[in-house]
């Protein structure tokens, strides 16, 4: 078992950028979080020994715990379907890999919610690009003259 202690002495290691944890019996995430500030990879595969909501600290601090974490293995890790959805959600703002596999949390009621998320958001951005597009075709039809002389 990987005890609080254990992972605290990774401080020691500062410019640690992969930790993989995977099938160990590690049950406490936050010294990670605390001391692992240049943390990229983050491996807790098949880590049976953490609780469901392990990675929630990581959620909260909305990435600030390991700003530099872009790729995290939770695969076959205990987590509720909102953990999921919220771990998909850093997909969009700082994870650029997640695997999730064999995650009971993902279900596929999961997949058609962000699906019909990522259907708003586009059309949030289609919405976006005309209202910029009218702006600027109305600036280039009716220039501003900033000389007043002129």
């Not at 020994?49 to 293995?73: E, F, H, K, M, V």
């Not at 949030?124 to 220039?143: G, I, K, L, Y």
Request: proline share 5%; aromatic share 4%; hydrophobic share 35%.
């Amino acid at each position: 078992q990987v005890g609080s202690r254990g992972l605290t002495a990774l401080s020691r290691i500062p410019n640690l950028h992969v930790l993989d944890l995977s099938y160990t019996e590690v049950t406490d995430l936050l010294p990670v979080f605390s001391s692992c500030s240049h943390l990229q990879t983050l491996s807790i595969s098949s880590c049976r020994g953490l609780q469901p909501n392990t990675l929630q600290p990581l959620l909260l601090a909305r990435g600030a715990a390991l700003p530099l974490l872009t790729s995290l293995d939770a695969s076959y890790c205990e987590m509720p379907e909102e953990v999921v959805l919220q771990l998909v959600a850093m997909c969009r703002q700082q994870l650029t890999h997640l695997a999730l596999n064999g995650c009971a949390g993902v279900t596929c009621q999961m997949w058609k919610h962000l699906e019909a998320l990522q259907q708003q958001q586009m059309a949030s951005r289609r919405v976006e690009r005309q209202q910029q597009r009218q702006q600027h075709d109305c600036a280039s039809q009716h220039p501003v003259n900033s000389n007043p002389y002129a």
